[in-house]
């Protein structure tokens, strides 16, 4: 959330463009979890070498349907959090801003919206549930933290959203054609 604070704080002082930022955040984030992991908290005992069992079993999701699949309750977790985020872009105030703001700034504006502040939280609600889906990535799927555990999820995410019209529903759907689609070679016998 702070991360994704900082891009929008950056988009509503200065105009800069929320996805050149964030690519440019995600290099800055990839180089310092290089750095993070040639720490001595983070490397396996009497070696330079990343942890690979990192977590915890208490930090892991619980399988759904056994080992030989990579479901996991991070996905009912998905399901809870893409209903929060439903519930708040149709139901709530502030989700009736972030939806002007994105409609039409000027237009939010001239109606009393503070298209600044909505920005930021906007951004920052972005950036806690893009943390949310890393922690599923990590917790879940991966279960240790890498180097390149990010790889290009974030570039599918993009392709994700505008499948899914940028709708939570719609993008929830999307998201989980495109597990399918990744995950099917995965599920093959041979």
């Given at each position: 959330a702070i991360w994704g604070g900082i891009v929008g704080f950056l988009?509503?002082?200065t105009g800069a463009h929320e996805v050149i930022v964030t690519i440019m955040f995600n290099y800055i984030a990839s180089f310092l979890l290089l750095y993070l992991l040639t720490q001595p908290a983070?490397?396996?005992?009497g070696s330079t070498n990343p942890?690979?069992?990192f977590l915890d079993q208490s930090a892991l999701f619980p399988e759904l349907l056994g080992p030989q699949f990579r479901l996991h309750?991070?996905?009912i977790l998905a399901i809870l959090v893409t209903w929060g985020v439903w519930w708040i872009l149709s139901r709530s105030t502030v989700g009736f801003e972030f939806?002007?703001?994105g409609a039409n700034p000027a237009a939010a504006r001239t109606a009393g919206i503070n298209v600044n502040r909505a920005t930021v939280l906007v951004m920052a609600l972005a950036?806690?549930?893009s943390g949310l889906a890393g922690i599923a990535q990590v917790s879940g799927t991966e279960k240790y933290l890498s180097g390149g555990v990010a790889a290009s999820i974030g570039f599918d995410a993009i392709t994700v959203a505008l499948l899914g019209r940028s709708t939570p529903w719609g993008t929830f759907f999307a998201?989980?054609?495109f597990g399918v689609l990744l995950s099917g070679p995965l599920l093959t016998r041979r």
């Open positions: 988009k509503a002082r983070f490397q396996r005992k942890a690979k069992a309750a991070g996905f939806r002007a703001v950036g806690a549930l998201g989980l054609l």
